[in-house]
Nanobody, 116 residues
């Protein structure tokens, strides 16, 4: 089982990034997927989620700026981020959860740095 995030990097305030989370080793379409982030010295926070049926939800900090999506044919989830702020700087990780169970997989994360 593997979740591999990519697309992170350094961007100026107001910029955009699109993160990807590529899944392998399990049936991607049967798992609820989500994005979390962890800034240095802080707890890991929920950012956005998408269910097996495509229903999305967002943390308040992400609403209106971030969009979560997935492509089951590519076993990949995305997080499109716009109007980035310095406080969005963090390691972004993806999570997969099999509905109704505690079966959970995490990726290693990708660093996003928003700085001028």
């Amino acid at each position: 089982v593997q979740l591999v995030e990519s697309g992170g990097g350094m961007v100026q305030p107001g910029g955009s990034l699109k993160l990807s989370c590529a899944a392998s080793g399990f049936t991607f379409s049967r798992y609820h997927m989500s994005w979390y982030r962890q800034a240095p010295g802080k707890q890991r926070d929920f950012i956005a989620a998408i269910t097996t049926g495509g229903v999305t939800s967002y943390a308040d900090t992400a609403k209106g700026r971030f969009t979560i999506s997935k492509d089951n044919s590519k076993n990949t989830m995305y997080l499109e981020m716009h109007s980035l702020k310095p406080e969005d700087t963090a390691v972004y990780s993806c999570k997969a959860v099999f509905p109704g169970t505690i079966r959970t997989y995490w990726g290693q994360g990708t660093q996003v740095t928003v700085s001028s």
